[in-house]
């Protein structure tokens, strides 16, 4: 639903979810990248949304890049 989001240094890009061939799948994944534009590093430490009982965070993956 999103292309970008920007909060403070902070910024979210291109969130996507792959397609979902069947009408009854549970768990969908969600990807980002989070570009930090600040002076230090920061953490992500939970996430949440009124679209889904529970949310994950999972395989986080670090580039410096």
Request: aromatic fraction near 2%.
């Amino acid at each position: 639903m999103a292309h970008s989001h920007k909060k403070k240094s902070l910024e979210v890009v291109h969130p996507w979810t792959p397609e979902m061939v069947k009408a009854n799948v549970e768990n969908v994944s969600v990807c980002m990248t989070i570009k930090n534009g600040g002076p230090k590093a920061e953490r992500l430490v939970s996430v949440e949304t009124s679209l889904a009982e529970k949310v994950e965070l999972i395989d986080i993956q670090i580039s410096a890049g």
